[in-house]
């Protein structure tokens, strides 16, 4: 999903800070992150790929200090949930994307991205890219670096690194809806054999073998965002001609009756799986209420593209020099929040 959601942050950060008091080992990392999911955290892997869905080109970046207002592959003006997690963790860097050449030796321990723009739970998410890196494809990239961890700091201590001081974080279900179940062409044949219940129920069952092969490479805190309202991405408001104030009833059905399922997904594991915590993350509840209160958090618009920068560039503008990643694709928002 190429949407934006920074302010998402705050309440990441209240459930993922606490996890982290004492290490033991590598006593100079305070904490890592590992972050999974698709363009709401990408970090540049998509400059890797040959793909429709890229975010290498301005005005994405231009608030991203790290980079000096230059584009880095972030969906984004600044910075992602993602980055903003590994600052408070306090990572010397930002996690690094697992496609970059120099990701490698002991910057994997700060943390590694495989957020990959257009990708989804399903293989099939985001085939109108061409190229994505689906949920299976990061956790197979994940146990790579899970190797390559071994070989660092041995297997005790690199299963101890995993187990104590990392986070994994998963932003990933909106492509899965806007990308596949929802799109007009491509998945046409899966919409008129499949029921919106029973495709909810091939998204879970796969998340659920996801997250359970992430916890057998020895993951143990897990925070997880559920579906945003996609019905109030200016995309489908667009195909779906419907006034400017107003959001899209289907798409915001489905990802309220996937969260639900989410929801229950994850007491299930917390029961199931012995010294896990999934955190359930309400990126819907979230971002619905910056949609409604916008202006209570200081946003100009709700519910269009609105992209502010130095200079400011009207949407029409942008969209037809970027117009893949940023027409085709579901900015929510795209804020400059300088206090976060
Ligand atoms: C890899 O190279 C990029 C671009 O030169 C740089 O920004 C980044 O910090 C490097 N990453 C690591 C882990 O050294
Ligand atoms: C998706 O692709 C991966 C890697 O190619 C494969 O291991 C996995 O079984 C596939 N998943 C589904 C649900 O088809
Ligand atoms: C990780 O890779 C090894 C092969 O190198 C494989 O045996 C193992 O099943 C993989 N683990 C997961 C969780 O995918």
């Known amino acids: 999903m190429n949407s934006q959601i920074l302010v998402l942050a705050f309440l990441f950060l209240l459930f993922i800070i606490s996890p982290f008091v004492s290490g033991g080992l590598d006593d100079d990392i305070l904490g890592a992150s590992y972050i999974f999911g698709d363009s709401l955290v990408d970090a540049g892997n998509n400059n890797y790929l040959n793909t429709l869905s890229k975010a290498d080109i301005s005005p994405n970046g231009i608030d991203f200090k790290a980079s000096g207002g230059n584009p880095t592959g972030r969906y984004t003006n600044g910075r992602t949930i993602g980055d903003i997690v590994g600052e408070e963790l306090g990572q010397p860097n930002y996690a690094v994307p697992f496609l970059a050449p120099n990701t490698t030796g002991k910057a994997l321990l700060y943390g590694v991205n495989y957020a990959s723009g257009g990708g989804g739970i399903m293989n099939a998410t985001g085939r109108i890219f061409v190229n994505r890196l689906s949920m299976d494809i990061q956790v197979d990239f994940f146990n790579v670096t899970r190797k390559q961890m071994d070989k660092l700091l041995g297997p005790t201590k690199a299963r101890e690194h995993l187990m104590k001081k990392s986070i994994f974080s998963i932003t990933i279900g909106s492509n899965d809806f806007l990308n596949n179940y929802l799109l007009p062409v491509l998945s046409i044949g899966e919409r008129i054999s499949e029921t919106p219940e029973a495709f909810i129920d091939h998204l879970i069952t796969n998340l659920r073998g996801q997250l ?88 100009v618009a709700a519910m269009e593209v609105s992209l502010q920068g130095s200079s400011p560039v009207g949407q029409h503008l942008v969209c037809a020099e970027i117009v893949l990643s940023m027409c085709f694709g579901t900015h929510i928002i795209q804020v400059r929040l300088p206090t976060l």
């Open 212 to 299: 359970t092969r992430l916890y057998n490479l020895d993951a143990r805190k897990f925070v997880v965002g559920n579906v945003g309202p996609i019905g109030c991405i200016p995309y489908q408001k667009t195909i779906n001609q419907i006034n400017q104030d107003q959001c899209v009833e289907l798409p915001n059905k489905l990802a309220l009756q996937y969260d639900k399922r989410l929801n229950d997904l994850l007491t299930e594991l917390n029961e199931n799986l012995p010294g896990a915590t999934f955190v359930h993350a309400n990126v819907y509840e979230l971002v619905m209420e910056l949609i409604t209160n916008y202006q209570k958090y200081g946003l």
